[in-house]
């Protein structure tokens, strides 16, 4: 499956979904992690909704976008695109996410994280 992670350094977890000018997106499978490409955002529509759409369009394909904090707007915008929105509250490192999601996709993930393993891996 794929993820982006609102990051300004590659790295480390720590933009908010609002303000990231960057995502990078890695595809996640249980076994194996990789980096798949670094998205960045166009400059900033004149409204919040604008904004929020110009994300969402962006990440389409992922099946989770990991950030800092996201609001309940944007939660609820990526989650009408099939997205999963994920808050880390505070800097986190890219790999430490990814081992997390990795060992829960190994054990029982939830219905929803299976399918969209499969899906990604049938593509």
């Not at 890219?94 to 829960?104: D, M, N």
């Amino acid at each position: 499956m794929k993820v982006a992670f609102a990051t300004s350094t590659g790295t480390l977890v720590d933009e908010e979904f609002r303000n990231s000018r960057s995502f990078t997106v890695w595809h996640i499978g249980p076994r194996e992690a990789y980096f798949v490409n670094q998205v960045t955002i166009e400059p900033e529509a004149a409204t919040e909704e604008g904004r929020l759409a110009a994300r969402a369009t962006v990440l389409a394909g992922c099946a989770i976008v990991c950030s800092r904090h996201i609001n309940v707007p944007a939660a609820a915008k990526l989650a009408a695109r099939g997205i999963h929105p994920m808050r880390t509250g505070s800097p986190v490192q890219v790999e430490e996410i990814i081992g997390q999601l990795q060992s829960v996709l190994k054990k029982n993930p939830p219905p929803w994280m299976g399918r969209a393993d499969s899906r990604e891996r049938f593509r």
